[in-house]
């Protein structure tokens, strides 16, 4: 019944007691059931499953569909504030850090089980979108759910202070792509390279100023943010006549500069194609006023000046500097080519190239703010 090679056998009992979280009743029999991987591992997870099957409640029959994510072990010496530091998402499952939170709901968790490996499996709700493509406003509602959650913790309460939430998330990011970097400079003039970064030499000084960015950005009011919010990790869910953002991946969940969560919200969308090129501008303004307007409903007074520049500083880091060591192995080996395009819904890697090149070239041109 276990549709994957390589994953740990799953029991049809153990299932029914997930399932039955799920159903929040009782289900007598699991009767089948199919494992299919969704994402490979990325850092500080093995893996992402889906799994799904048909169960039996007295004479009942119904089906099911299940998230299982199984977390890397990690050891005692771990320094649990890092970026990617691998069990946080079970921590903040325990949380309730979403406790009486309007507008933004993290799936449920419908069970954890720590194995004698080391690592852990979060079984959870498999979420499904209410909607297909989303239009520009609907960011903007995301941006305001955002902000609220948030501005909750700015508007004069204390940061929670688990040791385990991430801090300094941005610099960690950027200590990862320094062998990247270092091959960058070298390659700069490369054909194969310029496809994305034919401004190379604005990325690199941007890399030799990034203490100065990320002092500016440490020092600006400082709140709680998710720090991976894009397209893909956001699903729209309707409830009680309200149109709430159910927001999933909370591996990165940390305390950051209030703002500094647009800037996934803005570049990852843009780069995974999910919002055309053309309106990265439009999308920017969406998100910003929502964001604002989240903020101000939240009791947060923060200057909109100094939210501005939190995401600009940012934004003009994330991608162009920090993806660095994502994008070269791609325009360096034509043997991922494929796989990058079937991730983009088919999207010829050419596409992607110019996308992503024009993106670097906006990014850093917001990075001139700290000029002005």
């Given at each position: 019944?276990?549709?994957?090679?390589?994953?740990?056998?799953?029991?049809?009992q153990?299932?029914?007691?997930v399932?039955?979280?799920?159903?929040r009743t009782?289900?007598?029999e699991?009767?089948?059931?199919?494992?299919?991987?969704?994402?490979?591992?990325?850092?500080?997870t093995?893996?992402?499953y889906?799994?799904?099957?048909?169960?039996?409640?007295?004479?009942?029959a119904?089906?099911?569909?299940l998230?299982?994510?199984?977390?890397?072990?990690?050891?005692p010496?771990d320094?649990?504030?890092?970026?990617?530091y691998?069990q946080?998402?079970?921590?903040?499952?325990?949380?309730?850090?979403?406790?009486?939170?309007h507008?933004?709901?993290?799936p449920r968790?419908?069970?954890?089980?720590?194995?004698?490996?080391g690592?852990?499996?979060?079984?959870?709700?498999?979420?499904?979108d209410?909607?297909g493509?989303?239009?520009?406003?609907?960011y903007?509602?995301?941006?305001?759910?955002?902000?609220?959650?948030?501005?909750?913790?700015?508007?004069?309460?204390a940061?929670?202070?688990?040791?385990w939430?991430?801090?300094r998330?941005?610099?960690?990011?950027l200590?990862?792509a320094?062998?990247?970097?270092?091959?960058?400079?070298?390659l700069?003039?490369?054909?194969?390279?310029?496809?994305?970064?034919?401004?190379a030499?604005?990325?690199?000084?941007?890399?030799?100023?990034?203490?100065?960015r990320?002092?500016v950005?440490?020092?600006?009011?400082?709140?709680?943010c998710?720090?991976?919010a894009?397209?893909?990790?956001?699903?729209?869910?309707?409830?009680?006549?309200?149109?709430?953002?159910?927001?999933?991946d909370?591996?990165?969940?940390?305390?950051?500069?209030?703002?500094?969560?647009?800037?996934?919200?803005?570049?990852?969308?843009?780069?995974?194609?999910?919002?055309?090129?053309?309106?990265?501008?439009r999308l920017?303004?969406?998100?910003?006023?929502?964001?604002?307007?989240?903020?101000?409903?939240?009791?947060?007074s923060?200057?909109?000046?100094?939210?501005?520049?939190?995401?600009s500083?940012?934004?003009?880091?994330?991608?162009?500097?920090?993806?660095?060591?994502?994008?070269?192995?791609?325009?360096?080996?034509?043997?991922?080519?494929?796989?990058?395009?079937?991730?983009?819904?088919?999207?010829?890697?050419?596409?992607?190239?110019?996308?992503?090149g024009?993106?670097?070239?906006?990014?850093?041109?917001?990075?001139?703010?700290?000029?002005?």
């Amino acid at each position: 019944m276990n549709g994957f090679e390589g994953l740990p056998s799953i029991d049809g009992q153990l299932l029914a007691r997930v399932v039955a979280g799920l159903r929040r009743t009782t289900v007598a029999e699991v009767t089948e059931w199919h494992v299919v991987r969704i994402q490979a591992g990325a850092g500080e997870t093995e893996g992402v499953y889906r799994v799904t099957g048909a169960g039996r409640d007295g004479n009942a029959a119904s089906g099911w569909s299940l998230i299982l994510k199984i977390l890397q072990s990690s050891s005692p010496q771990d320094e649990v504030w890092r970026w990617n530091y691998q069990q946080r998402e079970w921590h903040f499952y325990r949380s309730g850090l979403l406790k009486g939170q309007h507008g933004l709901v993290a799936p449920r968790c419908l069970g954890v089980m720590h194995r004698k490996d080391g690592r852990t499996w979060l079984w959870l709700e498999d979420v499904a979108d209410d909607d297909g493509t989303w239009p520009l406003a609907r960011y903007g509602l995301s941006a305001y759910h955002l902000g609220r959650f948030s501005g909750r913790f700015s508007s004069g309460g204390a940061l929670p202070d688990y040791p385990w939430l991430s801090r300094r998330w941005l610099r960690g990011w950027l200590e990862e792509a320094a062998p990247a970097i270092a091959r960058l400079r070298l390659l700069r003039n490369d054909p194969a390279v310029q496809g994305v970064y034919d401004d190379a030499d604005s990325i690199l000084q941007l890399w030799d100023e990034r203490e100065k960015r990320l002092s500016v950005l440490e020092h600006c009011p400082q709140t709680l943010c998710h720090l991976d919010a894009h397209r893909r990790n956001m699903f729209s869910r309707r409830s009680a006549g309200e149109e709430g953002t159910v927001l999933i991946d909370w591996a990165f969940v940390g305390v950051a500069a209030v703002g500094e969560d647009l800037a996934s919200l803005v570049s990852a969308t843009i780069a995974m194609g999910e919002v055309a090129l053309g309106d990265m501008k439009r999308l920017e303004a969406t998100v910003l006023d929502g964001y604002l307007e989240g903020l101000r409903d939240a009791g947060c007074s923060t200057d909109p000046e100094l939210v501005h520049m939190a995401y600009s500083m940012a934004a003009s880091l994330r991608f162009p500097v920090g993806a660095v060591r994502l994008v070269l192995p791609m325009l360096l080996d034509p043997g991922q080519h494929r796989d990058v395009e079937q991730l983009h819904h088919g999207t010829p890697v050419e596409a992607l190239f110019d996308r992503w090149g024009a993106m670097n070239r906006h990014l850093i041109r917001l990075g001139d703010v700290l000029a002005d």
